[in-house]
Nanobody
Framework: QVQLVESGGGLVQAGGSLRLSCAAS????????MGWFRQAPGKEREFVAT????????NYADSVKGRFTISRDTAKNTAYLQMNSLKPEDTAVYYC???????????????????WGQGTQVTVSS
């Protein structure tokens, strides 16, 4: 089994920054990508960002492009999400996920991921 543990969430004022971490542990598997998703109250889970584990190529949702940066440290088995210029509409539970499969859609959909973390709350006050 693979465990993903997120950390770094919290309460921040609009315009502020947070850095989320996602540490992976457990059995080794061929990891193709890591991703971040979020779910606000009353809304469906939505794609935020993804990174290729081998190449480091990234992809972002339009709503966060230019403000959020996804990265990974392969030696530490950890993915990160640097969030700058936060807005109240960024308030959500943020989940990291790991994929062990090849994707034809760019890892933008939750069904492409095998393992999920428990989530970390991010609250942005206006």
């Amino acid at each position: 089994q693979v465990q993903l543990v997120e950390s770094g969430g919290g309460l921040v004022q609009a315009g502020g920054s947070l850095r989320l971490s996602c540490a992976a542990s457990g059995r080794t598997f061929s990891r193709y990508a890591m991703g971040w998703f979020r779910q606000a109250p009353g809304k469906e889970r939505e794609f935020v960002a993804t990174i290729s584990w081998s190449s480091g190529n990234t992809n972002y949702a339009d709503s966060v492009k230019g403000r959020f940066t996804i990265s990974r440290d392969t030696a530490k088995n950890t993915a990160y999400l640097q969030m700058n210029s936060l807005k109240p509409e960024d308030t959500a539970v943020y989940y990291c996920a790991a994929s062990g499969m090849r994707s034809v859609t760019g890892y933008r959909y939750s069904f492409e991921y095998d393992y999920w973390g428990q989530g970390t709350q991010v609250t942005v006050s206006s």
